[in-house]
């Protein structure tokens, strides 16, 4: 099993430049989530999703856009990029039953100048 | 609202020695925590998860408590060694939701 992957590793983008994250995982989890994770602010929830064709909007989703069309995929969106959105993206999915693990990607680092 | 504290300075201890750190919170009441561990450039890796029915969770020379009264949780590493040393991070859930919540995290360092 690959586990979480997650392309690209690192992206640069100029403001206003859209682009898509790519997450995928090969465990058959139901639930999928992307954080963002900024120096002295920890990890961040921006969406998540409890299956396919079902998602949800977390902590921090302002500016960003998620589907989930199969099981395995997750894409987020970024549609019109800001400085702001300069971070560490990471994806992760969750196996059935509450407080189970969260298996998380290798992240992708993103800047946006 | 909520809030997850963990200490931001880093803790350095003596390779041997137990390793404590600690996840306090507030407005929230939890029904699970997860421990995690991340090395610089990586994702987190699970540790530990321990319920809010249970007081502690051993898993090797790790331990965790889990004190709903204080509202914190203590992570124990026994028998320190370099290799331990990352940033661990806690995080929390409520009952009926995948939804966590993180603290920021505590950067341990071991020394030889």
């Known amino acids: 099993n690959a586990g979480v992957t997650q392309t690209p590793k690192f992206q640069v983008l100029k403001t206003g430049q859209s682009m898509t994250l790519q997450c995928a995982q090969d465990m058959n989890h139901e639930y999928m989530s992307w954080y963002r994770q900024d120096p002295g602010m920890g990890l961040r929830l921006i969406h998540y999703?409890?299956?396919?064709?079902?998602?949800d909007q977390g902590e921090v989703p302002n500016g960003y856009n998620v589907s989930r069309s199969t099981t395995e995929d997750f894409p987020l969106r970024l549609l019109s990029a800001a400085p702001s959105q300069t971070s560490v993206y990471f994806c992760?999915?969750?196996?059935?039953?509450?407080?189970?693990?969260?298996?998380f990607g290798p992240g992708t680092r993103l800047t946006v100048l | 609202s909520q809030k997850i504290e963990q200490n931001s300075e880093a803790l350095n201890i003596q390779e041997g020695k137990t390793a404590t750190l600690t996840c306090n919170y507030t407005n929230y009441s939890p029904a699970y925590l997860q421990w995690y561990r991340q090395d610089p450039g990586r994702g987190p890796v699970f540790l530990l998860l321990i319920r809010e029915n249970e007081k502690e969770k051993r898993k090797e020379r790790l331990k965790v408590t889990f004190d709903t009264t204080l509202k914190q949780s203590l992570f124990h590493i026994t028998a320190s060694q370099p290799a331990d040393s990352a940033t661990y991070l806690c995080a929390l859930a409520s009952s009926g939701t995948y939804k966590y919540i993180f603290g920021t995290g505590t950067r341990l360092k071991v020394l030889a």
């Open positions: 992760a999915s969750t196996g059935t039953g509450k407080g189970n693990e969260q298996f």
């Open positions: 999703s409890v299956g396919a064709g079902i998602t």
